[in-house]
T-cell receptor, first 113, second 112 residues
Framework: EPEVTQTPSHQVTQMGQEVILRCVPI?????FYWYRQILGQKVEFLVS????????KSEIFDDQFSVERPDGSNFTLKIRSTKLEDSAMYFC???????????FGPGTRLTVL | QKEVEQDPGPLSVPEGAIVSLNCTYS??????FMWYRQYSRKGPELLMY????GNKEDGRFTAQVDKSSKYISLFIRDSQPSDSATYLC????????????FGKGITLSVRP
């Protein structure tokens, strides 16, 4: 069964460093998303991506964040200068259309020291 | 009022019990509704998807959506210890508003 994959599973970085989180969505899906979950809190939307551009972003998704689909399979989230409060689980999700199910990857645990 | 509210937990039931999990919401633009199961430090796993109002059944799971009351439910019949997890409700619009808004989640424990 096709699934969303994410790498790395755990990333530790120093405050101020850049990180890139990688995702491979399900191959025939067209809509891609990043969410995050701070420990003990709810899953929060960051950004949605369709047709090679951002379709919606949350207030959390400021200028320090960017997304890219560099080739036909990968979908990346870059945080330019990490802060302590960026420590969270980051989930990639994909969907066939804007109203279909969204399937989530296993997540990347980001720890900012 | 929060956009999505989920019954607080945790919830502990004996094996074989019927479990009822509920969420309410305030945004009438929500068109589709999902239930996810999440184990500790893992990604949400999709359990049920419902578009608009109605019921949907899949094995021991039944999802109900009542858009007039802005209320959704997940029922688990004959609960098993393996059902012990955190259950998240999520809902979304369509088109440019396809992001999901999640409830906080409820942790279910099924005692053998």
């Amino acid at each position: 069964e096709p699934e969303v994959t994410q790498t790395p599973s755990h990333q530790v970085t120093q405050m101020g460093q850049e990180v890139i989180l990688r995702c491979v969505p399900i191959s025939n899906h067209l809509y891609f998303y990043w969410y995050r979950q701070i420990l003990g809190q709810k899953v929060e939307f960051l950004v949605s991506f369709y047709n090679n551009e951002i379709s919606e972003k949350s207030e959390i998704f400021d200028d320090q964040f960017s997304v890219e689909r560099p080739d036909g399979s990968n979908f990346t989230l870059k945080i330019r200068s990490t802060k302590l409060e960026d420590s969270a689980m980051y989930f990639c999700a994909s969907g066939l259309s804007s109203y279909n199910e969204q399937f989530f990857g296993p997540g990347t645990r980001l720890t900012v020291l | 009022q929060k956009e999505v509210e989920q019954d607080p937990g945790p919830l502990s039931v004996p094996e074989g019990a019927i479990v009822s999990l509920n969420c309410t919401y305030s945004n009438s633009a929500f068109q589709y509704f999902m239930w996810y199961r999440q184990y500790s430090r893992k990604g949400p796993e999709l359990l049920m998807y419902t578009y608009s109002s109605g019921n949907k059944e899949d094995g021991r799971f039944t999802a109900q959506v009542d858009k007039s009351s802005k209320y959704i439910s997940l029922f688990i019949r004959d609960s098993q210890p393996s059902d012990s997890a955190t259950y998240l409700c999520a809902m979304g619009g369509s088109g440019a508003n396809s992001k999901l808004t999640f409830g906080k989640g409820i942790t279910l424990s099924v005692r053998p």
